[in-house]
């Protein structure tokens, strides 16, 4: 990846976020680690350091659902960086805990379902993503420049395939496919892009190693996510793309087919309506 990047890792302290954190580190970059567990972060940034000198890891407390958190210390780290942001890994996520609250059909009178599933793994990805873009797109733009800033996305395989016992879960994971997908074009238009993971069952922080029904289930090496995130980056033509990271494979998933050529006119007609009407609000 050449000299030194500014990187961001939401949810940096623990599971998929620490690798990541780690593999950054290993490279020699300036590494913040965003992470609501205090007491972790601490320990990982300090951990990180010791272990790979030539880079720069610092960790900042921030609960990702909370806009102002998440805006303070996206531009903390900005100018601490020296007025750069390279990569931002949107990773932060929760399990949904073991309980369906979206549905519960022995209730006499119904509950709000609990949604800090969704306020963490996909309204803190949003913002992390409109930060992540907005600090990117103060790169200077030249036509020379291959890439202004990349951003990734932790979905989930379960992001493509219903999870029954976990639907807002689910939900999130979908919600931020759409989201990476759909925000592509646009981004690519002034060369920052946005891809996303989809991992198989990887022994995280969400899964528990203290769990023993996990331990008879087939897990995804962590090296193999670590691979999808190279391959990821070092494409700067990469964008949109989704690589689900299943055993000791990364497979980049296409979106659905359009049903037919009627389906595919509406949906590229109404994106030129909305984007009219979105240039007239300007």
């Known amino acids: 990846m050449g000299s030194s990047r500014s990187v961001i890792v939401t949810g940096g302290a623990s599971g998929i976020g620490l690798?990541?954190?780690?593999?950054?580190?290993?490279?020699?970059?300036?590494?913040?680690?965003?992470?609501?567990?205090?007491?972790s972060g601490l320990e990982a940034a300090s951990e990180l350091a010791g272990e790979?000198?030539?880079?720069?890891?610092?960790?900042?407390?921030?609960?990702?659902?909370?806009?102002?958190?998440?805006?303070?210390?996206?531009?903390?780290?900005?100018?601490?960086?020296?007025?750069?942001?390279d990569f931002v890994m949107a990773n932060a996520g929760i399990a949904?805990?073991?309980?369906?609250?979206?549905?519960?059909?022995?209730?006499?009178?119904?509950?709000?379902?609990?949604?800090?599933?969704?306020?963490?793994?996909?309204?803190?990805?949003?913002?992390?993503?409109?930060?992540?873009?907005?600090?990117?797109?103060?790169?200077?733009?030249?036509?020379?420049?291959?890439?202004?800033?990349?951003?990734?996305?932790?979905?989930?395989?379960?992001?493509?395939?219903?999870?029954?016992t976990s639907p807002l879960y689910s939900a999130s994971k979908f919600g931020v496919v759409g989201l990476v997908r759909s925000l592509a074009e646009k981004l690519a238009e002034v060369k920052i892009q946005i891809n996303a993971l989809a991992p198989s069952l990887i022994e995280t922080n969400i899964s528990g190693?203290?769990?023993?029904?996990?331990?008879?289930?087939?897990?995804?090496?962590?090296?193999?996510?670590?691979?999808?995130?190279?391959?990821l980056l070092a494409d700067v033509n990469a964008t949109g793309q989704v690589a689900e990271i299943h055993g000791d494979n990364v497979t980049i998933r296409p979106h659905h087919e359009y049903v037919d050529e009627t389906t595919k006119t509406t949906i590229d007609q109404l994106s030129a309506v909305t984007e009219k009407i979105r240039q007239a609000r300007l």
């Open 96 to 164: 949904e805990g073991g309980k369906i609250t979206v549905v519960d059909l022995k209730e006499e009178e119904p509950s709000p379902p609990k949604l800090a599933t969704l306020n963490i793994n996909l309204i803190g990805v949003i913002y992390s993503v409109k930060l992540a873009a907005h600090y990117m797109n103060k790169k200077s733009f030249t036509n020379d420049v291959a890439s202004r800033g990349s951003i990734i996305c932790t979905a989930s395989n379960v992001g493509l395939y219903p999870l029954p």
């Open 19 to 39: 690798a990541m954190s780690r593999h950054f580190a290993s490279q020699g970059h300036r590494v913040a680690i965003l992470d609501v567990n205090a007491e």
């Open 209 to 231: 190693p203290d769990h023993s029904v996990f331990d008879q289930m087939t897990l995804t090496p962590m090296p193999t996510l670590i691979r999808g995130v190279t391959q």
């Open 52 to 85: 790979f000198p030539t880079a720069t890891v610092v960790f900042k407390k921030c609960d990702v659902a909370s806009w102002e958190e998440q805006a303070a210390v996206f531009k903390e780290v900005y100018h601490e960086h020296g007025g750069s942001l």
